[in-house]
């Protein structure tokens, strides 16, 4: 079946000497991945390989058989032309973080329209703002609204948050909790929009260990979650 949608690419891996396999989240059929033969050979190609670069916004018309196979891609053109993303080093380097994340996290070949339009606008958000650096952490807290595992917020002035069950708590635990300093980070980045994250003034420490607490509570909640090997290349940015 021929479809026009939107998508966001999440990986690009080279196959061959010419061709890319691309992993691309859709806004019509959720996760996809694509075979572009010669792609990379071809000088005047439809397909330009610039466009598949980790979270570019793409509407492409491709052949969707949705057989668990590899789709093919026919037309591809930038739905949203980044001014900043790919060129500004922290902000590429927060790009790889959470293209790896998604990659890590989404797995169903189903229309999520919410989702697709929290990442849309959250990377729209980030290529045009320029105090970004608590955009990641942000992010991670906000996607698990659309994941299903958003923090429990009913007993919120609890003195831990326990990772593992989601809510905040007084109770003694041996799972892991976030307490002290970085709780309180914590608890200020939920119920607020991007435009007031730079609000939050975190030292690099506390940044990386809530980032790291995050991570974790991906790997917790998530079956098959991989740490992102991109982490410690964002958190030497952020240093």
């Not at 990659?103 to 045009?128: K, R, T, V, Y």
Request: charged share 20%; glycine share 6%; hydrophobic share 40%.
């Amino acid at each position: 079946m021929q479809v026009t949608t939107k998508a966001i690419i999440l990986t690009s891996l080279k196959y061959g000497d010419t061709s890319l396999i691309v992993k691309a989240f859709t806004a019509s059929d959720g996760l996809k991945s694509y075979l572009l033969k010669g792609v990379l050979a071809a000088k005047k190609a439809k397909l330009k390989s610039a466009y598949f670069q980790p979270l570019t916004q793409l509407e492409i018309v491709a052949n969707h058989r949705n057989r668990g196979t590899l789709e093919r891609i026919l037309e591809a053109k930038i739905a949203f032309p980044y001014r900043t993303v790919h060129s500004d080093v922290p902000k590429n380097a927060m790009t790889l973080f959470m293209a790896e994340i998604l990659g890590h996290s989404i797995h169903e070949e189903e229309a999520n329209p919410a989702l697709f339009e929290f990442l849309e606008a959250s990377f729209q958000w980030l290529d045009m703002n320029e105090e970004i650096a608590n955009f990641h952490c942000h992010f991670l807290i906000q996607l698990t609204r659309y994941l299903g595992f958003y923090p429990d917020t009913s007993t919120l002035q609890a003195g831990c948050f326990n990772l593992l069950e989601g809510k905040f708590t007084d109770s003694p635990s041996l799972h892991p909790v976030l307490t002290g300093e970085n709780l309180g980070y914590f608890k200020s980045f939920l119920g607020i929009h991007f435009d007031a994250i730079h609000t939050i003034k975190m030292n690099k420490t506390n940044r990386q260990e809530l980032l790291q607490s995050l991570v974790l509570y991906f790997e917790l909640h998530l079956q098959g979650f991989r740490k992102p090997k991109s982490l410690g290349v964002l958190n030497e940015v952020f240093g």
